[in-house]
């Protein structure tokens, strides 16, 4: 028998792919910044042989199960551009 701790929020759900191994590591980053726990999965196997990345379907951003709702809608509000910085953007303020 499994026990599971009063924590767990599921399984892990594949809620993005990118063939950029960046570009998933920038998303997971968003999601954290929103107070989504996520991870990137096969980022190091695409990284290391790009050929590959189609193949293993890109790297994987993954979230609990518990989560995937809230994640998609950072994702989407990250794909209208709503964490776009300004041409103004001062990062000292």
Not at 6 to 12: E, T
Not at 58 to 85: C, N, S, T
């Amino acid at each position: 028998m499994i026990r599971r701790s009063d924590d767990y929020a599921g399984d892990m759900i594949t809620v993005a792919r990118d063939l950029t191994p960046t570009d998933a590591h920038m998303l997971c980053a968003c999601l954290a910044a929103a107070g989504v726990p996520a991870t990137v999965a096969d980022a190091n196997l695409v990284q290391a042989n790009a050929l590959w990345s189609v193949a293993v379907g890109g790297a994987k951003l993954r979230v609990a199960a518990a989560h995937v709702d809230e994640a998609k809608q950072v994702i989407a509000a990250f794909e209208r551009g709503e964490f776009a910085l300004d041409d103004d953007f001062d990062p000292a303020a």
